[in-house]
C-alpha cells in the first residue's frame, strides 16, 4: 500500500542568500492591525520564505503491514548472525 508524504526541506537551505531577499512591507508602529493582523503577517511571510527556498515536496512511501514472528528476539539474532558473517569475511580476507 502507498501513501503520500508532505513535507519541507527545511535542512537543505542555504542561510547566505537569506539576507538577499527583499522583505515584505511591515506595518509601521501606530497602525490598526491587531494581534491577529501580526500574527497574519508572520504567517505570510515565513511561508513565502519557505514556498521559495524549501518548497512542500510529496513523496510517496509503502506502508508495511507488521509481521507478528518479527520480534525483537529475532531482530537481534538476525543482528548477530550479521554481525558474525562480517567478523568471518574480515578473517578470511586477511
Same mark, same amino acid.
Given at each position: 500500500?502507498?501513501?503520500?508524504v508532505?513535507?519541507e526541506s *527545511?535542512?537543505?537551505?542555504?542561510?547566505?542568500?537569506?539576507?538577499? =531577499?527583499?522583505?515584505?512591507p511591515?506595518p %509601521?508602529?501606530g497602525?490598526?492591525?491587531?494581534?491577529?493582523?501580526?500574527?497574519s503577517?508572520y504567517?505570510?511571510t515565513?511561508?513565502?520564505l519557505?514556498?521559495?527556498h524549501?518548497p *512542500?515536496?510529496?513523496k510517496l512511501i509503502?506502508v508495511?503491514p507488521? =509481521?507478528?514472528w518479527?520480534?525483537?528476539n %529475532?531482530k537481534e539474532?538476525?543482528?548477530?548472525r550479521r554481525?558474525?558473517?562480517?567478523?568471518?569475511?574480515?578473517m578470511?580476507?586477511?
Amino acid at each position: 500500500m502507498l501513501t503520500s508524504v508532505e513535507g519541507e526541506s *527545511v535542512k537543505d537551505i542555504r542561510m547566505s542568500p537569506l539576507g538577499t =531577499i527583499p522583505s515584505t512591507p511591515t506595518p %509601521v508602529h501606530g497602525t490598526s492591525l491587531e494581534l491577529d493582523g501580526f500574527v497574519s503577517l508572520y504567517d505570510a511571510t515565513v511561508r513565502k520564505l519557505l514556498d521559495k527556498h524549501a518548497p *512542500v515536496q510529496t513523496k510517496l512511501i509503502t506502508v508495511r503491514p507488521e =509481521i507478528q514472528w518479527m520480534n525483537d528476539n %529475532v531482530k537481534e539474532s538476525k543482528r548477530s548472525r550479521r554481525k558474525a558473517k562480517t567478523l568471518m569475511e574480515e578473517m578470511h580476507t586477511s
